[in-house]
């Protein structure tokens, strides 16, 4: 192996481990922003998406399958504040911004998910 | 020598790709939505899955009739009903369970349990009088097991599979997968009830929040974790909670905890016990943890009530 040849793959192999630390960087940077995103979905079709990260306080109103779900976002969470269903358990759930913890509106067929980072799998 | 480093670097990226691959599905039944997520497998599984949800949903339903023969028809006669063996099975395993710890789970408590609900939307404590008549209709109800999957309902008791149909659904996903040879899996059922495969990572184990517990969680894999808990369908009149979680004893909605976890290798026994731990001691619950070798942990104004000695509980 001449010098030329070892020079060359000397660049190869620090270009490859370049590459490596700016993904892995990347990578951890993006999971640091936390840009937490809800969707809402009606009988499992996205009807809204929202960035919860804005932290913006924003009314939603949203058409279920047995009525009208008022929805609202503040400081980064959000929740349904006002519902037409029988145990208001939707309701009663308060303001979310944990991932993992969906909003779920049984009766009106509402599902609200929360995505971005998160330490946990799933929450109970 | 360039081409064996360029084939490594391709072959880790491949790799990488790989471990990332998901199947996810959410499907509404019993009164939720199921969230499925398969690390390993494909979308003939999950709808394998969901079918099988939506099934015992329908067979468990006792608030909507409809094309099967359900706890909603069988609610409503007092004649032999042949079911399904699905059904047959599911009903005697809700009326074994109290022979494995969980003696204060009655699935004869429907009609209880619906005018505790309807009295507690109004912010009302349900009538003494009304309380006692469905008690009585408990003690002097009962459900005929016969040969060829017939049943019959002797009583007025109205039967309700709420907190165990879920967990009983989830033991049937688990042989499922099982039979497919799929280890890697999260099945959420509404958070009451999840079943845990292995998480593609080191060690296997799954982080699973707790809502009761501020900013703490817990890890686990290759188990049931059932959860019965006031937070959610609790209702507050004066200083004390009346839960949706009735003793069939006396008929009281309070319960002695706001949450228990039992982490379990039985869905259904799992989702019992924890529904029936709410009344039960400490002392009570650590005889059943060493009887039915299940984990237990109960929350109690944000913090640990009690734990079993091999949970550990971890901070964010």
């Given at each position: 192996m001449n010098k030329k040849t070892l020079r060359n793959d000397l660049i190869l192999i620090l270009s490859l481990i370049t590459v490596a630390a700016v993904s892995l960087a990347l990578v951890l940077s993006l999971r640091k922003t936390n840009n937490l995103i809800a969707k809402i979905s009606v009988q499992n079709n996205v009807v809204e998406t929202i960035?919860?990260?804005?932290k913006e306080e924003h009314d939603y109103f949203i058409k279920g399958l047995n009525g009208e779900l008022h929805v609202h976002t503040k400081d980064g969470a959000i929740a349904i504040?006002?519902?037409?269903?029988?145990?208001?358990d939707c309701v009663k759930m308060g303001y979310v911004h944990e991932t993992n913890k969906p909003i779920i509106c049984a009766y009106n067929a509402v599902y609200i998910a929360i995505e971005g980072a998160s330490n946990v799998d799933v929450e109970i | 020598m360039k081409k064996k480093i360029l084939s490594l670097f391709v072959i880790s990226l491949v790799s990488c790709s790989q471990a990332s691959k998901v199947i996810e599905s959410k499907v509404f039944c019993f009164d939720t939505y199921i969230s499925t997520s398969l690390y390993e497998g494909n979308k003939d599984n999950i709808l394998e899955l969901e079918k099988s949800f939506t099934y015992y949903s329908k067979i468990s339903d006792n608030y909507n009739d409809n094309d099967l023969v359900n706890v909603y028809k069988i609610n409503r006669s007092n004649e032999e009903i042949t079911v399904s063996s699905e059904l047959y099975d599911l009903l005697k395993t809700s009326f074994d369970v109290k022979n494995h710890g969980?003696?204060?789970?009655?699935?004869?408590c429907g009609s209880l349990a619906n005018k505790w609900k309807e009295s507690l939307k109004s912010k009302h404590i349900l009538d003494e009088n009304i309380k006692n008549e469905e008690i009585l209709k408990i003690n002097s109800s009962s459900l005929d097991f016969k040969e060829n999957n017939i049943i019959q309902r002797n009583g007025e008791a109205e039967i309700d599979l709420g907190g165990i149909a879920k967990g009983y659904a989830l033991d049937k996903a688990k042989d499922y997968l099982k039979s497919q040879n799929i280890k890697s899996y999260l099945v959420n059922g509404g958070s009451s009830s999840l079943l845990l495969g292995e998480k593609?990572?080191?060690?296997g184990l799954f982080s699973i929040g707790i809502s009761?517990?501020?900013n703490k969680y817990i890890k686990a894999k290759n188990c049931f974790v059932s959860t019965s808990a006031t937070s959610l369908q609790g209702v507050k009149i004066g200083d004390i909670t009346y839960s949706h979680?009735?003793?069939?004893?006396?008929?009281?909605?309070?319960?002695?905890?706001?949450a228990v976890i039992v982490i379990s290798n039985n869905g259904a026994l799992g989702d019992a016990l924890s529904t029936s731990m709410m009344f039960s001691s400490i002392d009570e619950i650590k005889q059943i943890e060493k009887d039915e070798d299940v984990k237990v942990l109960v929350i109690k104004d944000n913090e640990?009530?009690?734990?079993?000695?091999?949970i550990e509980v971890f901070s964010r």
């Open positions: 960035d919860l990260s804005k504040v006002e519902s037409n269903c029988p145990h208001q | 969980a003696k204060y789970f009655n699935p004869l593609k990572n080191k060690d009761d517990l501020d979680i009735i003793n069939p004893f006396d008929g009281s909605a309070i319960n002695l905890y706001d640990i009530k009690y734990k079993n000695e091999s």
